[in-house]
């Protein structure tokens, strides 16, 4: 591949070791202690170190799990009210309102009464994902249905085609961009939320795991735990990515809504 076409295929990791060279002689050269901010080879060893643990992969599976089914059900919820706010517009009066309304609420002042609500257990740390995931598909996928040319909309209803022809072969085709925009916004917002669950409540998880190394003063372990959760993330996007390149390759990079 030239590199002069896709010049980020080397600059990515180039950048990437100059910062984590110049952050691990910066640090004993400006007299930071290795308390406040460990040198990326002290984060490594406690890297290294969770991983040979089998309870770091059972508290990484539980996170997994929780964000995967957050992710599922807010994908689902979005998919199926989304559609129905697109085509009908008393729903959208209706509901919308209330949706953005509590959209404002601070997600983190509802995880305590989910934990009250759901337990400690992996229900409340599910409903915890959906909730935060939710709302940025949803307005993807509005916006993506109500995006369809106006011309091909007209052209088949003018042979005959009723709505549910109309919503299969124009809308859901042009909004299908729309909704993996959504998807890749959604299922990172997904693990967010499954951590700051844990972080309210709950006996396993990164998140949980992320506490115990701050009770223990142990700032390695603590970004390496950070780093695992980049990793994820990186992996759920690239995932999706994957996914929208092999169902909607017609299409070029369109806007994408956010939280």
């Known amino acids: 591949m030239d590199l002069r076409e ?22 004993p050269a400006f007299g930071v202690d290795d308390y406040l901010l460990p040198r990326p080879s002290q984060i ?11 309870l770091f992969w059972r508290h990484l599976k539980v996170t997994v799990l929780e964000s995967l089914y957050g992710f599922l059900l807010a ?5 199926v009210l989304g559609t129905a706010i697109s085509q009908m517009r008393l729903i959208e009066r209706t509901f919308m309102p209330y949706i953005v309304a509590f959209q404002t609420v601070p997600k983190a002042a509802l995880a305590p009464l989910f934990v009250v609500w759901f337990g400690f257990g992996m229900t409340s740390k599910v409903v915890m994902a959906a909730v935060i995931a939710f ?9 993506g249905l109500r995006s369809a040319d106006a011309d091909r909309v007209q052209m088949l209803t ?20 729309f909704i993996f925009a959504g998807l890749e916004i959604g299922v990172v917002f997904s693990i967010l939320g499954a951590v700051v669950g844990e972080f309210i409540g709950a006996k396993e ?10 009770y223990n003063f142990d700032i390695a372990g603590m970004f390496a735990v950070l ?12 995932i ?18 956010g939280a």
């Not at 890297?47 to 643990?53: G, I, K």
Request: glycine share 6%; hydrophobic share 60%; net charge neutral.
């Open 240 to 257: 999706i990515r994957l996914a929208q390149r092999r169902f909607v390759f017609w299409s070029q990079e369109s806007r994408v809504i």
């Open 158 to 177: 003018v042979f005959g085609a009723g709505r549910f022809e109309v919503f299969t072969m124009v809308r859901l085709p042009s909004a299908l961009p």
């Open 227 to 238: 780093v695992v959760l980049s990793v994820l993330g990186l992996i759920a996007h690239f």
């Open 75 to 79: 994908a689902g919820a979005a998919l």
């Open 205 to 214: 998880g990164l998140g949980y795991l992320l506490l115990q190394t701050n």
């Open 135 to 143: 709302f940025p598909m949803l307005v993807n996928v509005v916006e």
């Open 6 to 27: 896709r010049p980020e295929l080397l600059l990515v990791p180039a950048v990437f070791v100059i910062a984590m060279l110049v952050w691990e002689f910066a640090v």
């Open 44 to 54: 490594f060893d406690a890297l290294r170190t969770q991983l040979s643990d089998p």
